[in-house]
T-cell receptor, first 113, second 113 residues
Framework: DTEVTQTPKHLVMGMTNKKSLKCEQHMGHRAMYWYKQKAKKPPELMFVYSYEKLSINESVPSRFSPECPNSSLLNLHLHALQPEDSALYLC????????????FGQGTRLTVV | RKEVEQDPGPFNVPEGATVAFNCTYS??????FFWYRQDCRKEPKLLMS???SGNEDGRFTAQLNRASQYISLLIRDSKLSDSATYLC??????????????FGAGTILRVKS
């Protein structure tokens, strides 16, 4: 099983809403990632969790709040987003270390209205 | 200077053509290297890892030159189904923080009949 599952696939939310994106993997990977991808741009790293601890935060605004409840799950809590936050949010997981290969979920396409 | 640079293209080629993509990276501490493929509105998927010794998978050949900090991908006998965006990806391992995958902007390939 080399699958990373993300839910929901699509999400429309208002600027005052609170919502969460979910990501799950059962490959035993100990690194999990959130990426944001705007149209016609490459994925941009937001957060890295390593052994369930937040290890990299790429200066992401606090309206995005990641959470790693256990080694298989990764959440991204959203609050007070702006329309410019509309994007494809990709979760990935990998083993640690040299030569690791990252597997991506299908993404959540988020629209902020 | 961007951490990973690619020619965005698009490369428009006929079926059966050979096409080559290049990528350069700026951080000499980068540890591992990959080519991912991304279809429109889909998640990135691993095409192949890249090694200094070069590696080949069917019609695809990847090469790494660490001295020049340069990565290449060669596609022979192009198929219509090869049309996609090809992302050069560099893994910068930050020891205490884990892996940090950095994406190039992507090169668009369009194969035409």
């Amino acid at each position: 099983d080399t699958e990373v599952t993300q839910t929901p696939k699509h999400l429309v939310m208002g600027m005052t809403n609170k919502k969460s994106l979910k990501c799950e993997q059962h490959m035993g990977h100990r690194a999990m990632y959130w990426y944001k991808q705007k149209a016609k741009k490459p994925p941009e790293l937001m957060f890295v969790y390593s052994y369930e601890k937040l290890s990299i935060n790429e200066s992401v605004p606090s309206r995005f709040s990641p959470e790693c409840p256990n080694s298989s799950l990764l959440n991204l809590h959203l609050h007070a987003l702006q329309p410019e936050d509309s994007a494809l949010y990709l979760c990935a997981s990998s083993e640690q270390g040299l030569g690791m290969i990252a597997f991506f979920g299908q993404g959540t396409r988020l629209t902020v209205v | 200077r961007k951490e990973v640079e690619q020619d965005p293209g698009p490369f428009n080629v006929p079926e059966g053509a050979t096409v080559a993509f290049n990528c350069t990276y700026s951080n000499s501490a980068s540890q591992s290297f990959f080519w991912y493929r991304q279809d429109c509105r889909k998640e990135p998927k691993l095409l192949m890892s890249v090694y200094s010794s070069g590696n080949e998978d069917g019609r695809f050949t990847a090469q790494l030159n660490r001295a020049s900090q340069y990565i290449s991908l060669l596609i022979r006998d192009s198929k219509l189904s090869d049309s996609a965006t090809y992302l050069c990806v560099v893994n910068l391992i930050v020891l205490e923080y884990g892996n940090k995958l950095v994406f190039g902007a992507g090169t668009i390939l369009r194969v035409k009949s």
